[in-house]
């Protein structure tokens, strides 16, 4: 029997269902001065549509695994693929701030179901190519989002609403839940005693370095169109600006994690992401007028290979795929929580300066101190740092 089809056939739903996971919030970006001259928000405000689904995911994050467990993986995918479509069709109906921020949140909880169930999903059915399979995976999810800033200008410029310009995603949410409903229901994989990560001082670093990683991406994801809108330039052409950064982001998803695949230790490559992106920044702050592509190339290519790396070397330090299922949970759990302020400090600072820079310059200084943070990551050392509960 031919056992790659299934695989294939596996690996593309998850793609399609990945897709899915960034729409919801890559769309606002874009059309943020559109739906504001629309609904009365403030850019503090307005960071909430991105700041709440993200802490959603995070929160979720703690009780999406043992959702997953009761549900099963087949049942769990399809309630969230539900749920994310119903929040973006339900945005053809708004009228008010308060309704666009409920159905944010509620696609939040829907992408972390997903988000929580994967990497162990992955880890299971994908042993041999765990590096690969996460950043076909992790690039999916950017994927989406470049097609949402993208597009969404544009389906808003022909349908003439900023309102079918975010519920058309739905469609997307609706081919990724047929696909999925074909998909065989998987063997019941044994449940083992969930280990709590709380006390390990290990676990609470990788959590905050993803999580301050991922600040970066979700500030960009919020604030990049906004602030070339302010610059002069167009919501098409910042939209577009936005999609070629997700684009870098996909090209290094893919490239990266395959790269990396070569040795155990991946520190020299993470170094390498995090130079891009303070360069990117640099470049964005000083000059953004000047050679406006490469800003966003530096920052889509560091951002795009950190995002897959952070959470394989938090998979690395587990060989089991239920215990580094539980490891992962936990580190996007509180990663997502510190993720989803930065945009709201983004957005105070922006209210409060008349100005995106400020935000920028702080996110370089985030990034000088993950790069300290990187030389922890020894594979040599990981057995000590988390060890097997005996």
Same mark, same amino acid.
């Not at 696609?107 to 994908?126: C, D, E, H, N, Y």
């Not at 544009?154 to 309102?163: C, I, K």
């Not at 739905?170 to 083992?192: D, E, H, N």
């Given at each position: 029997?031919?056992?790659?089809?299934?695989?294939?056939?596996?690996?593309?739903?998850?793609?399609?269902?990945?897709?899915?996971?960034?729409?919801?919030?890559?769309?606002?970006?874009?059309?943020?001065?559109?739906?504001? &001259?629309?609904?009365?928000?403030?850019?503090?405000?307005?960071?909430?549509?991105?700041?709440?689904?993200?802490?959603?995911?995070?929160?979720?994050?703690?009780?999406?695994?043992?959702?997953?467990?009761?549900?099963?993986?087949?049942?769990?995918?399809?309630?969230?693929?539900?749920?994310?479509? @119903?929040?973006?069709?339900?945005?053809?109906?708004?009228?008010?701030?308060?309704?666009?921020?409920?159905?944010?949140?509620?696609?939040?909880?829907?992408?972390?179901?997903?988000?929580?169930?994967?990497?162990?999903?992955?880890? *299971?059915?994908?042993?041999? #190519?765990?590096? %690969?399979?996460?950043?076909?995976?992790? /690039?999916?999810?950017?994927?989406?989002?470049?097609?949402?800033?993208?597009?969404?200008? @544009?389906?808003?410029?022909?349908?003439? &609403?900023?309102?079918?310009? @975010?519920?058309?995603?739905?469609?997307?949410?609706?081919?990724?839940?047929?696909?999925?409903?074909?998909?065989?229901?998987?063997?019941?994989?044994?449940?083992?005693?969930?280990?709590?990560?709380? !006390?390990?001082?290990?676990?609470?670093?990788?959590?905050?370095?993803?999580?301050?990683? !991922?600040?970066?991406? /979700?500030?960009?994801?919020?604030?990049?169109?906004?602030?070339?809108?302010?610059?002069?330039?167009?919501?098409?052409?910042?939209?577009?600006?936005?999609?070629?950064? /997700?684009?870098?982001?996909?090209?290094?998803?893919?490239?990266?994690?395959?790269?990396? #695949?070569?040795?155990?230790?991946?520190?020299?490559?993470?170094?390498?992401?995090?130079?891009?992106?303070?360069?990117?920044?640099?470049? %964005?702050?000083?000059?953004?007028?000047?050679?406006?592509?490469?800003?966003?190339?530096?920052?889509?290519?560091?951002?795009?290979?950190?995002?897959?790396?952070?959470?394989?070397?938090?998979?690395?330090?587990?060989?089991?795929?239920?215990?580094?299922?539980?490891? *992962?949970?936990?580190?996007?759990?509180?990663?997502?929580?510190?993720?989803?302020?930065? +945009?709201?400090?983004?957005?105070?600072?922006?209210?409060?300066?008349? #100005?995106?820079?400020?935000?920028?310059?702080?996110? !370089?200084?985030?990034?000088?101190?993950?790069?300290?943070?990187?030389?922890?990551?020894? +594979?040599?050392?990981?057995?000590?740092?988390? +060890?097997?509960?005996?």
């Amino acid at each position: 029997m031919n056992h790659t089809r299934p695989a294939a056939w596996l690996m593309l739903a998850i793609i399609l269902v990945a897709l899915n996971l960034r729409p919801s919030m890559a769309a606002i970006g874009p059309l943020l001065s559109a739906i504001r &001259s629309d609904i009365p928000l403030s850019f503090t405000l307005a960071s909430l549509l991105t700041m709440l689904p993200v802490m959603a995911m995070g929160l979720a994050m703690f009780f999406g695994l043992s959702i997953s467990r009761r549900l099963g993986e087949r049942r769990t995918v399809l309630l969230s693929l539900l749920i994310i479509g @119903l929040a973006s069709l339900s945005r053809l109906f708004i009228d008010s701030a308060f309704e666009l921020i409920v159905s944010a949140i509620l696609a939040g909880v829907g992408i972390a179901l997903i988000q929580a169930l994967m990497p162990a999903l992955i880890k *299971t059915r994908f042993a041999d #190519n765990v590096a %690969l399979c996460m950043g076909v995976y992790v /690039t999916s999810i950017m994927g989406g989002a470049a097609i949402a800033a993208s597009f969404a200008p @544009l389906v808003m410029v022909q349908a003439g &609403s900023w309102r079918v310009g @975010l519920a058309v995603w739905a469609g997307l949410a609706l081919l990724a839940w047929l696909v999925w409903c074909l998909q065989p229901a998987p063997a019941i994989s044994r449940v083992t005693k969930r280990e709590s990560f709380v !006390t390990s001082p290990r676990a609470w670093l990788l959590a905050i370095f993803f999580g301050l990683g !991922t600040a970066s991406y /979700t500030c960009v994801l919020a604030w990049l169109a906004p602030y070339y809108v302010e610059k002069g330039w167009s919501e098409q052409h910042a939209g577009l600006l936005l999609g070629f950064l /997700t684009a870098m982001e996909v090209i290094s998803g893919l490239a990266v994690p395959a790269i990396a #695949n070569r040795s155990r230790d991946r520190r020299g490559i993470v170094a390498v992401l995090l130079l891009l992106i303070i360069g990117g920044f640099c470049g %964005l702050i000083l000059v953004p007028q000047y050679l406006a592509l490469l800003w966003p190339c530096l920052l889509g290519l560091g951002i795009g290979g950190l995002f897959p790396m952070s959470l394989i070397v938090a998979l690395d330090h587990c060989d089991e795929p239920q215990r580094a299922g539980g490891l *992962t949970a936990f580190v996007q759990g509180i990663g997502y929580l510190i993720a989803g302020l930065s +945009p709201l400090l983004a957005g105070m600072i922006r209210d409060r300066l008349g #100005n995106f820079e400020g935000a920028w310059w702080a996110l !370089t200084a985030v990034m000088v101190i993950m790069l300290l943070m990187v030389m922890r990551f020894d +594979p040599r050392h990981y057995a000590r740092y988390l +060890p097997r509960p005996g």
